[in-house]
């Protein structure tokens, strides 16, 4: 009843839409405002169209139980689609298309979504936060000649406080790097390198324990001599020690990067000062004579 035998999307009359707002079954009514004669039928009739108004569009826009309805971004962007679009004959007013933006950006968890919403209306309170925080996460954009063809692109909002440090924690650290460089000249040298970097985790987890494959991704090993012209692969693997090396816990970590340098089928060279008198050109006659 109410529906018509040539189209069963046609209304006839009011019932079935009085049982939808009383179940309220919101989907299958957004679906019959879908269809343009039901548009023209309910917004012409003097008692569904203000029932529409009351109890359906004014629940969705406004603050209601509706909200813990887990389809109800689905139900603001069918009619935000329904508005919108050119084959469609439904129209919100001015004021509702407005509540729409509102609870759209409201409820919308994707930032980037909720700002193409945002920017209909940008001078509600919501829509304004939405679009600062867009754009506050924005990366500041470099000119330069080739920009057609390459992005540049740079943090924002930087401190005037330099808080950078040097990679050495010594002058020994940096003596012992420059003698390394010193001895292999043909090779890049690079300081303080994270052990995920230059071993495949993959291919020796199994070998680990729990605390090893953990450590695994926190370890920086102190020089690491790398051959250009074979892929950038390691060649070198070689450590500075001190006194600090002595504290248990330290001689745990150096335990278990022993290891995993060892199941990993590299050798793991130590350097231990036993003296304060040594000096680059001391460490590049040993580098040269226990690496080479």
């Known amino acids: 009843m109410g529906i018509t035998k040539s189209n069963s999307s046609i209304l006839t009359d009011r019932e079935p839409v009085f049982q939808l707002v009383n179940k309220k079954e919101w989907q299958k009514l957004i679906d019959i405002f879908r269809v343009n004669e039901n548009y023209s039928f309910i917004s012409n009739d003097p008692i ?108 924002k909002d930087v401190s005037e406080i330099d808080s950078s440090i040097g990679l050495f924690k010594s002058i020994q650290e940096y003596q012992f790097y420059k003698a390394v460089r010193e001895v292999f000249q043909m090779f890049l040298v690079f300081p303080n390198v994270a052990l995920s970097a230059v071993i495949d985790f993959n291919k020796i987890q199994d070998k680990l324990t729990r605390e090893e494959k953990s450590y695994f991704f926190k370890a920086l090993i102190d020089c690491v001599v790398i051959d250009t012209e074979n892929n950038y692969k390691p060649i070198k693997f070689v450590e500075l020690d001190s006194p600090y090396h002595d504290v248990e816990a330290q001689k745990e970590k150096d335990c278990m990067k022993d290891k995993i340098l060892a199941v990993a089928g590299q050798k793991l060279i130590r350097v231990r000062r036993v003296t304060y008198k040594e000096n680059e050109q001391d460490f590049i006659k040993l580098i040269r004579e226990t690496l080479r």
């Open 48 to 155: 569904l169209k203000p029932l529409i108004d009351q109890y359906f569009i004014d629940e969705l826009l406004g603050t209601s139980s509706m909200n813990n309805d887990p389809a109800y971004k689905y139900y603001l962007q069918n009619f935000f689609m329904l508005h919108k679009g050119d084959k469609f004959l439904f129209k919100l007013s001015d004021a509702n298309f407005r509540k729409l933006i509102v609870k759209i950006v409201e409820v919308e968890q994707e930032l980037a979504r909720a700002y193409d919403y945002a920017q209909l209306f940008p001078q509600e309170e919501i829509c304004r936060q939405t679009i600062e925080k867009f754009n506050e996460r924005q990366p500041k954009y470099v000119k330069h000649s080739q920009e057609k063809e390459l992005i540049v692109t740079e943090n």
